[in-house]
C-alpha cells in the first residue's frame, strides 16, 4: 500500500497562477483533510471530507476549494494564488470512525509562489 | 490565538538520556490528546495519544502525562536514540479524538547526539 500519495512535491507559482494540488489514498479512509504548515507554526486545517461528495470548511479556507468525486481522490484548488499561500501543504486521511485522532499524512507539497 | 502551545522550539538531548517535550494548552474543552512525529520531507505520523480520563499512557518508550490541572502535557523519550532527532508536534481536540477538530502546536524539534 503507498498511502497518501501527494502530487507535485515542488512547484513555484507566480501571483494569479491557479493550480491544482493532487492526494490520493489507497486505505479505504472515508475521512481526508488538506492541511498547510507555515513555518513556526503548528498544522492549520484547510478544508475536510467525510465521504465522496461531502466537503466542509476548515480554520483557513479561503483562496482554497476542494472537491471529493470518488473515496481515494481529494484534490485541492488554488485559485488566483497569492504570496501568503506559500507554505507546505498535507494531505491526510483517516478511517470512517475518525474519533481515535490519528491521522495519516502524505509526504506534503511545498508551494512558493512568487 | 495559540490554544495548543509548544515553548520550546528545539530540544538538544545526549543518546540514552530521557527526554521531555512540553505541551500547554488554553482551552479547557479539550478532552483528548496527541503527539506527532515528522522527519524532515515526510508527513506527520501519529506517535501517542491519551484521553483526559487518564493522566498517563505508556508505549515502548514513550509516555505521555496529562495534567489536567495544569493544562500541560509532557512527551517523555526513554531512552532517547539518534533517530528519536524528528519535529515533535502535540494536537489536541475537544470531541473525544475527532480528527476534524485537531488543533496542532508549533512544534518542537528534537536533536538527539550520539
Known amino acids: 500500500n503507498a498511502g497518501v500519495t501527494q502530487t507535485p512535491k515542488f512547484r513555484i507559482l507566480k501571483i494569479g497562477q491557479s493550480m491544482t494540488l493532487q492526494c490520493a489514498q489507497d486505505m479505504n479512509h472515508n475521512y481526508m483533510y488538506w492541511y498547510r504548515q507555515d513555518p513556526g507554526m503548528g498544522l492549520k486545517l484547510i478544508y475536510y471530507s467525510v465521504g465522496a461528495g461531502i466537503t466542509d470548511k476548515g480554520e483557513v479556507p479561503n483562496g482554497y476549494n476542494v472537491s471529493r468525486s470518488t473515496t481515494e481522490d481529494f484534490p485541492l484548488r488554488l485559485e488566483l494564488a497569492a504570496p501568503s499561500q506559500t507554505s507546505v501543504y498535507f494531505c491526510?486521511?483517516?478511517?470512517?470512525?475518525?474519533?481515535?485522532?490519528?491521522?495519516?499524512f502524505g509526504e506534503g507539497s511545498r508551494l512558493t509562489v512568487l | 490565538d495559540q490554544q495548543v502551545k509548544q515553548n520550546s522550539p528545539s530540544l538538544s538531548v545526549q543518546e540514552g538520556r530521557i527526554s521531555i517535550l512540553n505541551c500547554d494548552y488554553t482551552n479547557s474543552m479539550f478532552d483528548y490528546f496527541l503527539w506527532y512525529k515528522k522527519y524532515p520531507a515526510e508527513g506527520p505520523t501519529f506517535l501517542i495519544s491519551i484521553s483526559s480520563i487518564k493522566d498517563k499512557n505508556e508505549d515502548g518508550r514513550f509516555t505521555v502525562f496529562l495534567n489536567k490541572s495544569a493544562k500541560h502535557l509532557s512527551l517523555h523519550i526513554v531512552p532517547s536514540q539518534p533517530g528519536d532527532s524528528a519535529v515533535y508536534f502535540c494536537a489536541a481536540s475537544a470531541i473525544g479524538g475527532a480528527t476534524n477538530k485537531l488543533i496542532f502546536g508549533t512544534g518542537t524539534l528534537l536533536a538527539v547526539q550520539p
Open positions: 491526510a486521511s483517516s478511517p470512517e470512525r475518525g474519533y481515535t485522532g490519528e491521522l495519516f
